[in-house]
Each structure stands twice: as C-alpha cells, then as structure tokens.
C-alpha cells in the first residue's frame, strides 16, 4: 500500500534535518506516484535525487511541474477533478526561491497542495487495489 503524507511531517522534518528528508520524500514519492499512476511513465527516483543535489534544488521546480501535471492527467482519467496544474505548483516555488524572507512558506505551500492532492490518487489506487480491479 502507498502511505499517506503530511504536511507538517514533511515541514518539521525538512527544516530539522537541514533538507535531507526533502531528498528521502523525493525518492519515496517518486517511486509511489510510479506505483499509483500507473501511466507506463516511470521516473527513476534515484535520478530524480541525484538531479535534485547537483542542481542544487533547481531541478525540484521541473519536478513538481511535471509531476503535479501527471497527478492532474490520471486524476481526470479516473474521473478526479485535481484543480491545481503542474504551473500552479511550480508557480508558488520559484516565488519561494525569488522571496527569500518567505523562509520556504510558498514552497511549502505548494508541496502542501500537491500531497493533498497525491493523498487523493493513492486513496483512489489503494480502494482499485482493494477492490481486486488493478494491476500491483
């Protein structure tokens, strides 16, 4: 099963750990939207982190984007309305990066609308799993 995430978790253990749990969350995310969605489309988490560090974090705005829209795609095609585009998501955190005395509020609001919104689709995946009507 895909577990939840929280928001404050992710917040309070980010900042206690100076950003590495930011780094175990891509992975771990990564690997279960793979699961989740389903879509033929499987990014490889391990990338996904090395690209994140040698960047130094420019490569998480290309990730939210392209991630929050797969999130939107295979929400409509299992009839999920997910209101927030990929722009959206990536919208809030390049203004995080532009208004540093925002301290990471508008990143952590755009991850904060994109794990509600992952929460959704892994609810949706775990009930089809449950139901015995999806792949595992």
């Known amino acids: 099963m895909v577990e939840h995430r929280y928001t404050g978790k992710f917040v ?14 891509l992975y771990t995310t990564t690997r279960d939207m793979n699961i ?31 991630q929050g829209e797969r999130l939107r795609k295979v929400g409509a095609e299992r009839g999920m309305e997910i209101a927030e585009r990929g722009a959206y998501y990536a919208r809030y955190y390049v203004l995080d990066l532009l208004i540093i005395a925002s301290l990471g509020f508008f990143m952590f609001y755009a991850f904060h609308l994109f794990i509600g919104n992952f ?15 999806g792949n595992t």
């Open 36 to 66: 989740i969605c389903q879509d033929g489309r499987n990014t490889n988490p391990i990338l996904v982190v090395v690209l994140s560090v040698v960047t130094l974090g420019l490569y998480n705005i290309f990730w939210i984007y392209s």
């Open 12 to 25: 309070f253990l980010t900042i206690i750990t100076f950003g590495v749990y930011f780094l175990y969350w």
């Open 119 to 133: 929460n959704r689709l892994a609810d949706n995946y775990c009930r089809t799993i449950l139901r015995g009507n």
